[in-house]
Every structure is written in structure tokens, then in C-alpha cells.
């Protein structure tokens, strides 16, 4: 069955970076796409970003572009978030997901931005 491990988070001032990693398995991961969601306090879960299959063209919400880059190996069957100049408002636990299984979800990884 389709599982994703999301790794990365932290505890983070404002400006600063993460790198946070999907480990996916129980499918082929380079077939479908990938997206980025997160999920604050007392908020509905939210897209951040998605990456196709094959070309691995991205795609971001507007309150990250410019700030956040997610990439694909589909070698490792992992796909990763670069947050740059984060922001207080970035905290959340971040989430990945699959188009194989868009019901399943990791146990999330928490960011959290000081200011």
C-alpha cells in the first residue's frame, strides 16, 4: 500500500530555510504526481506545491512562490521542499501527497518560524 514519510521540519527564525523530504513507497512514484500541503493551527489543510510526473514541472501557491522549490528523484522515490525566507505565517505541519493514493497522508513534519 501507498505510504509516505514526510521528514525535515524544525524550528526556525524568520528568514531562514528547510529542506523537508517525502519518502514514498507501495507504488510507482515516478508514474504520478506529487504535491505539497500544509495544515496550521485552527486552519483547513492547504496546497503549497505539486510536481508532475515525468517532466516534474512545478507549480506554487501564491503566498510561496519565489520562496519555496519543490523537486522530484525519482531514483530515491522521494520528493523534497526547499523553504526559503520563511515566515511566521509559513508555520504548519507540511504533508505530501500522491495522485496514486490522494486519501493517504504521512504523519506530517512541523514547521515552525519564530519572528
Known amino acids: 500500500q501507498v505510504q509516505l514519510v514526510e521528514s525535515g521540519g524544525g524550528l526556525v527564525q524568520s528568514g531562514g530555510s528547510l529542506r523537508l523530504s517525502c519518502a514514498a513507497s507501495?507504488?510507482?512514484?515516478?508514474?504520478?504526481?506529487m504535491k505539497w500541503y500544509r495544515q496550521a493551527p485552527g486552519k483547513e489543510r492547504e496546497l503549497v506545491a505539486a510536481?508532475?510526473?515525468?517532466?516534474?514541472?512545478?507549480s506554487y501557491t501564491d503566498p510561496v512562490k519565489g520562496r519555496f522549490t519543490i523537486t522530484r528523484d525519482n531514483a530515491k522515490n522521494i520528493v523534497f521542499l526547499q523553504m526559503d525566507s520563511l515566515k511566521p505565517e509559513d508555520t504548519a505541519v507540511y504533508y505530501c501527497?500522491?495522485?496514486?493514493?490522494?486519501?493517504?497522508w504521512g504523519q506530517g513534519t512541523q514547521v515552525t518560524v519564530t519572528s
Open positions: 501527497n500522491s495522485g496514486r493514493a490522494p486519501d493517504t
Open positions: 507501495g507504488f510507482i512514484f515516478s508514474r504520478y504526481n
Open positions: 510536481i508532475t510526473a515525468g517532466l516534474g514541472s512545478p
